[in-house]
Every structure is written in C-alpha cells, then in structure tokens.
C-alpha cells in the first residue's frame, strides 16, 4: 500500500486463587473508607430479565472477593506511577523505572497518527523501509495495547477520538467485488490521506477487501467493545458509552453474532485469518481465540448497553448465549490429563444423546507431542472443536483472553498458569510469548499453510515469539496471583527487546531470533511491554481489562469420561 503522509513539523508525530494473598505485596494496600454502592458490573446474570436460578457458593468465593478489592480501589484517570514514587499497590518493583520505560513511551508517542488536529490512534510500526505494505496504518487490534498504555497514564483523548473514528467507518458500505458485507463489521485498519493541494484530510478504511486472503476481521468488533468498556472503566465516564452512535454500533456488532442461522453450538464459525493470526494456519472452524474474545466482548457488552427497548431485548439475548458458551467451552473446549486419558480412550461412530464422543473425535488423531507436552498439574483450551475436528495446539491470546473474561473458572484459570510454568521452555523460552505452540511443520505444514513461506516451522504465526503478549500473561498472571510468572516474562524481554529495536516477533524453538520478516520498533511490541510494566506497577489497572467471575456462569460440569471396563 501506499505510505501514510506525514506532516512532522506540524504535529511533531507521525500522523496517520483460591485466595488473593494480599500478604505477598511488599506495602500492603490500606483499607479505603469509601461508601460503595454495587456497579453494575458486579451485579448477577440473575438480576436478568430470564429468572435464572441462583447456584449456590463456589469455592473461588475468597478470590473473587479480592479480585473485587482491585477493581474498586482504582481511581479513574490516575496515572500511572511510573512518574511518581511506586505505587502502594506494586509488585515489589524498584523505585526507579527502566531505562527502556522513557525510550518507549516516545516510540508509542512518534507512532501517533493525527487526523485534523486530533490524535486517533498509533500506526503499525515505526518502520522506514521502502516496502511499508500496510504497517502505516492504524490497526483496531494493534491499537489496544497502545490504549490501554494511554488509559493506564490518565490520557484518555486519543482512545476516545479513536472510538468514535472507527464507529463511524462502521457505517460505510462495504464491499467486497460485488457483495456487501454486513452492517455491523468493524474495520482491520484505516490510514489518513493528506491531500497538500487541497490541504484536506481523508479517512481510509479497509474491512478486509485489501487484506490477505480477502477475509473480515471478526476480532475487530470485540476489542472495539472490550475497548470501549475499558475507557468507561477507566475514566469513570459512561456519557461515551452511552451515546446513541455507541449504544447502535455494539448492537449491530452482537446482531450479526447472535444471528439465527443453521448453528448447532453457541460457538462462533470462522474463516481462517479472521483475527491476529491472519493467513492461512488451519484455525478455521471455531478458533479459541476468537471464542474467548466473542465471550469477553458479550460481558462487557452487558454492562455497557442501556436497558431501553431495543438494548434490552439484546441483553436477553446475550444472557442466554453467555449460558450456553460458557458451558460449552468448558466442557468441550477444556483439555487437562483426565480428559486427554479420556479422549485416548473414545470409541467412535456413536449415535443418539447417550454419546460420551458426541463431536467423534477419533482418537488415532491425537499428536504424539500432547502426551509429553501435557503435565500432571495444568490443562488449556484447545485451539479449535468441531465435527470429527480437534486441534490440540496451545494458542497464548485465546487462553489468556479466557481468563481475564472468566471464561475460565477459576480452577481452570490456575491450571492454565500451571501449563506455562511446567513448560516454559516450550511457550516462553528466550523470548516470550509463543502465539501458538507446537508448530506444524513438513507435509503438514504444505497442506494447512498451503506452503505458505511466512510462516515456516517456528516462525511469525507458526510458533513465533510475541512480545506483544507479554500484557495479556501479565494480566492474567495478576488475576491469577501468579506475578513471579509475568515478572519472569518481563525481565526475559528486557534483556534483548530494546537492543533489538522493538521487532514485531522473533523465530526459533526458544525466540532466539529476530523474524526473518518482522518489523523493527513495530508499536503495539512496545505497548505490550509497556502495559505489562504498568500492571504490575499498579495491580488495580486490572480492572480495566478484567471482568469476575459470576457464579452463576458457573455450571456444574459433568466430566465426558470414555467407556470403562
């Protein structure tokens, strides 16, 4: 594509738990004397319009009690600390921030794209080759971490600018040669035009019509909402949220999700590439991540829609789906040591509602590496679950994504930190974060990638090394009470992110080395690593990008066991 002009002098920028053990903090957070009502985030799906019976207590009552602390001792638009002395609420980190904090911060400040006067995202990356492609615009995905970074330093405007931006590219036509897409998509990317003879500005946006492989990006709408829910959050303010344009673009979001087609399973169908792994990578189907970013985008959806005639009869709607794909999810979805003995020990070809293997799975397909790779203590949300279709391969967005929606229970959301202690080695390495582990290589590789040279054996989507990940771990780490994992993480990355300019992911079984095609200082690696830094500096950022667990989400599930003797 061609490369966003820019206009430096200007602007000087580019435009375009079982329990919580609080006794492990170094200070421990002082009780606030505040008279707190309950938001609505913490109200029950029982409170509804669907009568649904309570369930009785879990066991996770403790931490999801301590998980509330965070989220209520916040304060909108504080700043992050790392201008200040450390926060009460720090994870033991030093009083003085890291050297690579500043060089960071001002490689996410020159990646801001102005459109008339105004700051409405980050571009790509910060890349100065002759063959930019389309790593000067604005991603919607790439563009999270980056405000959440804004958020976290009590600098909400561009994040609001940038909301109203893509809200209002939502209502273009889009088409594709001679089919429309529908109303509710969300675009991949959008760039501005300069025109120095007219001296206008102009908006472009691209919904997948341009792309690779030509596919929408089905993840673009939930980070729009998980995005806007996060602003709400942290700000305090609901007036954006609660504007007719806002309230409009979520229901036409969810309408097109929450469609009546001919579905058997409360899971999104996808085409492969429709969300951060966006060629060809066999995740086509019923991908985790997009699952799991599906299932968050409906909580918040929940919380920010108005009970009027229009957003309630949606709110019913999303209550019964939340119902049906949590459970789904867990149960089907969940991969620990009981359940892979289980799946080794299927018979096949059963039929009517008795079936133990009711997507018969045939157990000849599991991979010889999942035996090895499966520890005694931990499990994960396999990749993908369809008909006589299971894909065993871990994917780092979608499990973290699970957890911080609470997706995941919280035994599950302990086993998964579990996993990636026991097999470090394999999902960490030198660099963090594998994006999905193991990878396909040879003969299989030729048939799923269809020989596709950017992503051979180890590389890019095909068992690379993010370091845009390392804010989702984080997170999760924290929700968890695991910091060591994240701190562990982080202080990998130091040591080699910086030095080797920012780049956009890293090769090789350990992340040893620089991607044979990743961008240098690419944005939204030096925001993952500056939101990572933050949440652990200030835990209470968490709730922005968090949501408890509510209980009544919680089914009793019923472990599928195989045929026993």
């Known amino acids: ?205 691209d919904f997948g019509e341009t792309a690779i492989g030509r596919v929408a990006p089905v993840d673009s709408g939930f980070w729009w909402i998980i995005l806007l829910r996060a602003y709400t959050k942290s700000t305090g303010d609901n007036s954006l949220a609660e504007k007719p344009e806002c309230q409009k673009g979520m229901r036409l979001i969810l309408s097109l999700c929450l469609s009546e087609g001919f579905d058997t ?21 019923y991908p985790i991540e997009i699952q799991a970013l599906f299932f968050m985008a409906l909580r918040c959806a929940m919380l920010l829609l108005k009970h009027d005639g229009p957003g309630k009869e949606l709110i019913e709607r999303i209550v019964k789906r939340l119902h049906a794909l949590s459970y789904h999810m867990r149960s089907y979805f969940w991969l620990d040591l009981k359940q892979l003995n289980d799946i080794y020990r299927y018979k096949t070809e059963e039929y009517s509602h008795t079936a133990v293997n009711k997507f018969n799975i045939m157990p000849d397909s599991l991979p010889e590496w999942v035996f090895d790779f499966m520890p005694l203590h931990g499990g994960y949300f396999v990749g993908n679950v369809g008909p006589s279709n299971m894909d065993f391969r871990w994917f780092c967005l979608g499990n973290c994504v699970a957890i911080l929606s609470s997706l995941a229970t919280h035994e599950q959301s302990m086993a998964i930190m579990d996993l990636i202690e026991s097999r470090w080695e394999e999902l960490v390495g030198d660099m963090p974060l594998k994006v999905c582990y193991p990878a396909i290589e040879n003969h299989e590789w030729r048939i799923v990638t269809g020989c596709d040279p950017k992503n051979t054996r180890w590389s890019y989507h095909n068992g690379g090394s993010w370091p845009v990940l390392l804010w989702l771990l984080t997170a999760a780490c924290i929700k968890t009470g695991r910091p060591q994992i994240a701190r562990r993480a982080i202080e990998l990355a130091e040591m080699r992110l910086s030095k080797d300019s920012w780049p956009e992911y890293y090769d090789g079984k350990l992340g040893r080395y620089i991607g044979k095609q990743a961008r240098k200082h690419q944005t939204w690696s030096t925001a993952g690593y500056l939101v990572a830094k933050m949440l652990l500096e200030d835990p209470s950022h968490l709730g922005m990008i968090s949501i408890e667990e509510d209980k009544n989400l919680k089914p009793v599930l019923k472990r599928s066991s195989s045929w026993t003797f």
């Open 265 to 285: 399973f409360p899971t999104l169908l996808c085409a492969d590439g429709c969300s951060m792994i966006d060629r060809r990578m066999g995740v086509y189907g």
């Open 1 to 205: 594509m061609s490369a966003l002009t820019v206009d430096v002098q200007q602007n000087g920028s580019v435009h375009e738990l079982e329990e919580y053990d609080f006794s492990r903090l170094p200070d421990r957070p002082r009780a606030l004397n505040l008279e707190r009502q309950r938001s609505f985030d913490e109200r029950s799906l029982t409170e509804m319009p669907l009568g649904l019976s309570p369930l009785p207590p879990s066991r996770s009552d403790n931490f999801s009690r301590a998980f509330e602390y965070l989220d209520s001792a916040f304060s909108p638009g504080k700043r992050s600390g790392f201008n200040t002395p450390r926060s009460q609420f720090g994870y033991g980190l030093t009083y003085e921030p890291h050297p690579m904090i500043a060089e960071a911060w001002d490689n996410i400040r020159r990646s801001l794209v102005y459109f008339r006067g105004q700051p409405v995202g980050t571009i790509a990356a910060l890349d100065n080759s002759d063959e930019k492609l389309n790593y000067d615009q604005v991603f919607v995905r790439d563009f999270v971490p980056s405000a959440l970074a804004f958020l976290m330093n009590g600098e909400p405007e561009v994040v609001k600018n940038f909301l109203l931006k893509t809200l209002r590219l939502q209502s273009w036509e889009k088409k594709i040669d001679r089919f429309h897409l529908g109303e509710g998509v969300m675009p991949a990317s959008f760039k501005v035009l300069h025109d120095p003879i007219r001296n206008t500005e102009t908006l472009i946006a």
